[in-house]
């Protein structure tokens, strides 16, 4: 029997050998498919580098993804998105992008395309159709305390006095900035994930009111909720 040695009344068949040209031709075929994917990840690597870099020299030339209509936009992420297909896998870049008039007005959007600076416009556009209207004090701050949340984000909100400025990071110092508050206490208490965090921190401006809502949605006068003196 060809490539069998019997041991002890069983018989075990014997790998076939390589020959010397084979192996090497097998070790060759390796390298050169390690080498690709890294060649792959060192593209799509440089892509990502090149999108970031037109993104700020477009931004240092007064360029702002838009109209001049007073709204300013801040990216607080750009990631690689990769799509699983039958033919293989499709690389994307996904952005999330803040767009404020730090008037009181203030949105998040989250869009993916092919170039960085393709999803950084399309997340504003994105954010330009999710504006909300954020109830501001006299100190440019919070009418009261509250918890935003989104998914597994949550995101306390603090009202403080004048002079104290935005104390806050991450994404939900972005909202707070571009929504128009300059005093105000935020802090992330949930997930680390950007996108989540700056919509919580929206859910909860958008949640909030001042005296002239509740007296409005009571049907009641302002001076009803007023401290008397």
Known sequence: MNGAVKTSGRVAIA????????????????????????????????????????????????DKFGENDGFQDRVIQVRRVTKVVKGGKQLRFRAVVVVGNENGTVGVGCASAKEVVMAVQKAAVDAKRNLVTV??????SFPHRFDGVFGAARVMLRPAAEGTGVIAGG???????????????????????ALNNAKATVEGLKAMRTFKDVARERGLPLEHFLPSV
Not at 135 to 140: A, I, N, T, V
């Open 15 to 62: 790998a076939p050998r390589l020959s010397s040209v084979q192996a090497i031709s097998s070790r060759g075929r390796i390298a050169n498919s390690t080498l690709l994917v890294k060649n792959n990840a060192q593209q799509h690597l440089s892509a990502e580098r090149r999108g970031m870099a037109t993104v700020v020299a477009a931004r240092r030339d007064g």
């Open 135 to 140: 109830p501001l004090s006299k100190s440019y």
């Open 171 to 193: 994404a939900v110092r972005a909202v707070l900035e571009l929504a128009g508050v300059k005093n105000g206490f935020g802090k992330q208490l949930g997930s680390d994930n």
